[in-house]
């Protein structure tokens, strides 16, 4: 298992403006990942990322959009910029420490634009 | 992405009885997981079942697959009131040494007193 944190845990944001959400892992990881959770919907990836590599974005998400950093083994960064209202999700990172495909996720990220 | 989904959309039971959610997918898997989020927190990983196996039980869950069917059931017996809570399946497919899921549309259990 992990303990997964992330800041912050909400926030509320004008239109226009970015924020970068830090996800903070308790162990070593090779792969983190990034899902989106529009209001009511189930998740969706956006994005996975590698330590010392570029993220692979799922189709629909760009990396202008959605910048990733992961600059080490237990923390990586999403930022969304450029908001929209359209934006207003919960942002959730995760990690599959098992090695099985079971991944364990962060609290999550409630970000709501106006 | 391609979603799965599930049924029902939302489901609304007695505490002390048992809970049917199902989960359809599309395409060949390695893995089907059941997720467990409450009140639109992160998620609990529930239980795996491989793709090579028919049914799977840990404490009060009983998980079944078919994959002639492309279908996943997920059984809570002696249903409590801490089981209202969103349910998802998830379904993996292998990428660059990694696994990513693609979550299926959810269910939302109420479980009253």
């Known amino acids: 298992s992990a303990v997964i944190s992330q800041k912050p845990s909400r926030d509320i944001c004008q239109r226009g403006t970015s924020l970068t959400i830090q996800c903070q892992v308790d162990s070593q990881v090779t792969m983190m990942f990034w899902y989106r959770q529009q209001p009511g919907q189930s998740l969706t990836l956006i994005a996975t990322a590698n330590q010392g590599s570029e993220a692979t974005y799922e189709s629909g998400f760009v990396i202008d959009k959605f910048p990733i950093s992961r600059p080490n083994l237990t923390f990586s960064t999403l930022t969304v910029s450029n908001m929209s209202p359209e934006d207003s999700s919960i942002y959730l990172c995760?990690?599959?420490?098992?090695?099985?495909?079971?991944?364990?996720f962060g609290p999550g990220t409630r970000l709501t634009v106006t | 992405s391609q979603q799965g989904e599930e049924d029902p959309q939302a489901l609304s039971i007695q505490e002390g009885e048992n809970a049917t959610m199902n989960c359809s997918y599309k395409?060949?898997?390695?893995?089907l997981q059941w997720y467990r989020q409450n009140s639109g927190r992160g998620l609990v990983h529930l239980i795996l079942i491989r793709s090579n196996e028919r049914e799977k039980h840990s404490g009060r869950l009983r998980v079944t697959l078919d994959t002639s069917k492309k279908s996943s059931s997920l059984l809570i017996t002696a249903s409590r009131a801490a089981d209202t809570a969103s349910y998802f399946c998830?379904?993996?497919?292998?990428?660059?040494?990694?696994?990513?899921?693609?979550f299926g549309t959810g269910t939302q259990l109420k479980v009253e007193l």
């Open positions: 998830a379904t993996d497919s292998l990428t660059g040494g990694g696994n990513k899921l693609t």
């Open positions: 395409t060949s898997i390695n893995n």
């Open positions: 995760s990690v599959d420490t098992s090695g099985r495909g079971e991944q364990y």
